[in-house]
């Protein structure tokens, strides 16, 4: 022992030069240390992390762990010498080196040497404890002291990269010391057990022996004669055995229980099961039970190991490997994935924290701080717990986490005399923290007569939905609650409500263990199971229902209702914007063609006007008049008058044409795009949803839907299977195979091609995840429900309808455990509530007058005529015009009347004379004043010689010429 530990004290692991010693970043290695103390337990945990591995190099797509991690494994033994060269091969295996330990090692020199070596060297590093353990616990065999350190100068740091872990089967046995406290216990204990523990491992039978009474252990029998035979041993052995300890599978244990009935019956013994076994008691046959059930409880919140389960089952990969996770390993296999996920996630930070992954060599050297990783107690901190409990830091020892492993204590309580009067009561709750809480105040309560029950719930509005109670604070209200307060008061009893951890209805998994509400019931959790819950013959296998308190509800389709987008302006939207820019420059370009050739054109109007003087239409086409003939020439009341020319012809003829196709195709995409949105919808039930592709729709995982599609998919590859057996048998004569061969596919594959498409779709975690994804979908998601919840759901979203008929109804139903007396009661209480009608009233509360309702628009219908809200625009279109025109009739009145004008004539000899300068403000009631008067008489001084000066007008014309009066009054020879 002085040699191997003088030589790990030599040994240490640095980090080489930065030129030399660094490895590829993405190359990982994980070395498993083991010693030879335990070969079966130390494959079967190897087996638990490579397998694990596989698992989660699946769950990271962008990241090929695969080729950059990989796991190795060394087997040291006691001999110091070669311990310490095996070791030192095995970290630098192939030119790679180890970048992160887990050692499983037992023996204390082992331990000793992979401690010392990673310290020294920093190496990542995790310990699994294999001897006993309690919290706050001294022992000399659970703490390692480092050996001395060669150089007298260093000093070892605070080092956070060597964690030791207790496994959470360790931590359950503490629960038995509680236990024991708890209740009246013999001072001899025996111990029955299976090989639920292997048979090297003893570290359960020490933690037991420090109970306080005397132990004697037994092998159990678990062949049926055999154990029939052991049972009679016990009852007759002296002195009498008063207190039974089972350590053992749960499939043993209802064998031994089946075979000792009769000495349950007459009560010869007290009966405590102890189990790491997580498989619920069942034995339907076990007609007489009386046994505390002690077990390790799953965090159902957390589904890493059904997921696991599932990814074996989906790749095969339990049947090539021979590898299944069952109830009695699900806890072994649940930490050595954490032990391999942790390594995992280490090797993540390292990356994304630009760290470049250290490489180790041996050398006799002792630490260096250049070999430095991330330290694995910084990923321990606020780690997410796991399905055993999450892991604690032992305060009363540097670098050692546990789990908090949650344990239930069950009454089992079935008398030969009541068969329908089956018992399975939580009495009690246990942490290693919180220790044991009793629920009813002792453990040995008589849960007969118990008139409280624990009530599961599962959140479906209307039937359950949380709400802040101003009293109370947070609470239940729905439809199943009023049910069930109305139900106490015919039953007489109190209850307790909590939600299902997973928020789950309960589905079973390929090893017959179910989860969510029915798992609740199975296990013993809950009494009663109250949720809008679907009666199924697999459920009804192992939990009892009620009679349905509620309507067939089947299953049908959640989707959103297609966008209805309203638009005053919606007539605008027929064309594209560089559509209608084109249209407006053609306008102004034709319209500026048109007046150029009118006014260069020699045959037009504006240059022939004595030619054209006799023609009705006289049409001088200036600017103005061009831009007026192009607009009108666009609608029925037509352009008018065209233009003499011949080019200007052509010009209004090629606009003519432009305008009947622009015209013509706007309205008819009008028409179509006023009514394209109020078209059917495509999709109206599942076999509309089964022919397309475009629309994904999937149910939700672990429902009945779920359920109802893979089994459906399942029944018809079964079917297929056997018409494929039946008609490539040889022995079949020709006449009976051609009578096979009437159809190349005789089965419709329907089901198996929707179950496909679904899990290419990712089959939604919960309901809310479904809804919002129906809601936020670009491409379009149809989500496959329960009738009520999809009801429901377009009930108080106005975007959201219900598509398609029902189809697969089944009743909603209260569930209990099998056998429970509650089951003819609360039916009773319902027939009852039913005969009054008192359940129409819940369905009128809870339905329509919803305190959630939305009152959404009724949805337009194709025969129903164009809606304001599209052809509103037009409107506004007049109304801007009629303000247009009145504020251009404002402006002109005011510019007209503000502005100065002229008169102008043309004498006999073709002079221009102005017959002056007229202010409207100059008049006063049809006069001029005396103001104007002289003005007029200054401009004649401005003429001479009969010719206009500066626009004067010649003394041939007489001011009156201009404005005259008669009687008084003046009347205007201006042009207005």
């Given at each position: ?15 080489g ?34 397998i ?8 990271y797509k962008?990241?090929k ?32 080196s ?10 204390t ?10 310290e ?17 616990m ?39 010391y ?118 390790a409880?799953?965090d ?10 599932d990814?074996?089952v ?15 390993n ?75 492993v ?16 089956k ?6 709750n ?23 029950y ?14 802040i109670?101003?009293i109370k ?65 697999e ?21 959103k ?16 914007w560089?559509?209608w820019?084109?249209?407006v ?11 150029i050739?009118?006014?260069f ?50 010009v ?107 899990e ?52 909603y139903a ?57 052809i ?48 409207r ?7 001029l004043?005396?103001n ?45």
């Amino acid at each position: 022992m002085a040699s191997l530990r003088v030589a790990a004290t030599i040994l240490a692991f640095v980090i080489g030069s930065a030129s030399a010693q660094y490895d590829s970043l993405g190359k990982f290695r994980i070395l498993v240390v083991h010693d030879n103390t335990t070969d079966s337990l130390t494959n079967q945990y190897i087996r638990h992390m490579n397998i694990s591995l596989m698992y989660i190099n699946s769950q990271y797509k962008d990241v090929k762990l695969d080729q950059d991690l990989t796991i190795d494994t060394v087997l040291i033994t006691d001999e110091s010498g070669a311990s310490q060269e095996t070791l030192c091969d095995a970290l630098d295996m192939s030119g790679t080196s180890v970048s992160f330990i887990i050692s499983i090692a037992r023996a204390t020199p082992v331990r000793r040497l992979v401690k010392t070596i990673a310290e020294n060297g920093r190496i990542p590093t995790v310990q699994v404890l294999y001897t006993q353990w309690s919290l706050n616990m001294n022992d000399t065999n659970q703490t390692l002291s480092l050996p001395t350190i060669v150089d007298a100068n260093a000093t070892l740091p605070n080092y956070t990269n060597y964690l030791t872990f207790v496994p959470p089967t360790t931590v359950l046995l503490n629960v038995m010391y509680d236990v024991i406290n708890s209740v009246n216990m013999s001072k001899e204990i025996t111990v029955i057990y299976d090989d639920l523990y292997d048979p090297k491992e003893t570290t359960w039978k020490t933690m037991l022996n420090r109970l306080p009474q005397k132990l004697s252990f037994l092998q159990m029998k678990t062949n049926d004669t055999e154990a029939k035979a052991q049972i009679l041993q016990l009852r007759n052995q002296y002195p009498p055995i008063e207190t039974l300890l089972i350590v053992a599978k749960t499939a043993n244990v209802e064998m031994f229980t089946l075979q000792a009935s009769t000495e349950i019956e007459e009560k010869v013994w007290k009966w405590f099961i102890l189990t790491k076994d997580v498989t619920a008691f069942k034995c339907d046959d076990c007609q007489s039970v009386e046994a505390f059930w002690i077990r390790a409880m799953p965090d159902t919140s957390f589904t890493e190991i059904r997921k696991f389960n599932d990814y074996l089952v989906k790749q095969e990969i339990g049947i090539e490997l021979e590898y299944k996770i069952t109830g009695d390993n699900e806890m072994d296999v649940g930490f050595y994935m954490g032990l391999v996920r942790l390594a995992v996630d280490h090797y993540l930070a390292v990356n994304k924290s630009q760290y470049i992954m250290p490489t180790y060599g041996c050398f006799n050297q002792t630490w260096s701080d250049d070999n430095r990783t991330i330290a694995l107690s910084e990923l321990m901190t606020g780690r997410n717990a796991s399905e055993y409990g999450e892991f604690i830091r032992d305060e009363s020892k540097r670098g050692w986490y546990f789990q908090n492993v949650r344990s239930r204590i069950y009454k089992i309580d079935r008398v030969y005399a009541e068969p329908d009067a089956k018992y399975n009561k939580l009495v009690g709750n246990w942490t290693i923290i919180d220790k044991l809480v009793p629920l009813y105040g002792d453990l040995m309560v008589d849960v007969r007569m118990l008139n409280h029950y624990q009530v599961a719930i599962l959140i479906q509005p209307p039937f359950i939905e949380r709400f802040i109670d101003p009293i109370k604070g947070p609470s239940y209200r729905g439809y199943c609650i009023d049910l069930i307060d109305m139900i106490k008061e015919e039953v007489k009893f109190t209850y307790t409500l909590y939600e299902v951890p997973d928020g789950m209805a309960g589905t079973m998994n390929e090893r017959g263990e179910w989860n969510g509400l029915i798992g609740e019931l199975v296990d013993g959790t809950a009494d009663i199971a109250l949720a809008p819950l679907s009666v199924m013959a697999e459920r009804e296998n192992d939990v009892d229902f009620t009679v349905p308190y509620y309507d067939l509800v089947g299953t049908t389709i959640l989707m959103k209702k297609p966008d209805m987008e309203y638009s005053l302006f919606k007539f605008m939207k027929v064309l594209e914007w560089p559509v209608w820019l084109c249209i407006v420059g053609a306008y102004f370009f034709t319209s500026f063609l048109l007046w150029i050739f009118d006014k260069f054109s020699p045959y037009s109007y504006s240059n022939n006007k004595d030619k054209y003087k006799d023609d009705p239409e006289k049409r001088e086409f200036n600017l103005k008049e061009c831009l007026w003939f192009c607009m009108t020439s666009l609608t029925p009341q037509g352009g008018g008058e065209a233009p003499k020319n011949i080019s200007g012809r052509l010009v209004a003829a090629t606009w003519w044409l432009f305008g009947f196709i622009i015209i013509a195709s706007y309205t008819a995409n009008l028409a179509a795009f006023l009514t394209v949105s109020r078209l059917e919808q495509p999709i109206s039930s599942l076999d509309d949803l089964a022919k397309q592709y475009k629309i994904e729709y999937a149910p939700v995982k672990g429902s009945a839907s779920e359920t109802y599609f893979r089994r459906m998919a399942e029944i018809e590859e079964q079917f297929y299977n056997i018409w494929k057996q039946m008609s490539l048998n040889e022995s079949m004569s020709a006449k009976e195979r051609a009578k096979l061969a009437v159809w190349d596919y005789p089965v419709s594959d329907k089901f198996t091609n929707m179950w496909r498409y679904m899990e290419e779709s990712k089959l939604p975690e919960n309901s809310a995840e479904a809804i919002k994804r129906v809601l936020d979908s670009q491409d379009g998601f149809a989500y496959i429900g329960d009738a009520t919840e999809i009801k429901y759901a377009a009930l108080t979203d106005c975007n959201l309808q219900q598509v398609g008929t029902e189809f697969s109804r089944k009743p909603y139903a209260i569930a209990v455990q099998t056998g429970h007396a509650l089951k003819d009661q609360i039916s009773s209480a319902i027939l009852k509530l039913l005969n009054q009608r008192k359940l129409e009233s819940l369905k009128e509360k809870w339905w329509h007058k919803n305190p959630n309702k939305k009152e959404c628009p009724d949805p337009e219908d194709e025969s129903d005529g164009i809606s304001i809200q599209n052809i509103g625009g037009v409107f506004i279109v007049i109304l801007a015009g009629i303000v247009l025109s009145i504020i251009t009739l404002t402006f002109e009145y005011f510019y007209y009347r503000n502005k100065p004008q002229k008169s102008e004539k043309t004498d006999q000899n073709g002079g221009v004379h102005h017959s002056g300068t007229v202010h409207r403000k100059s008049l006063r009631n049809g006069k001029l004043d005396n103001n104007h008067r002289q003005t007029e008489l200054k401009e004649r001084n401005h003429v001479s010689n009969g010719t206009a000066v500066n626009n004067y007008v010649t003394p041939q014309t007489e001011y009156n010429t201009a404005h005259n009066y008669a009687g008084g009054e003046y009347n205007s020879a201006f042009e207005f």
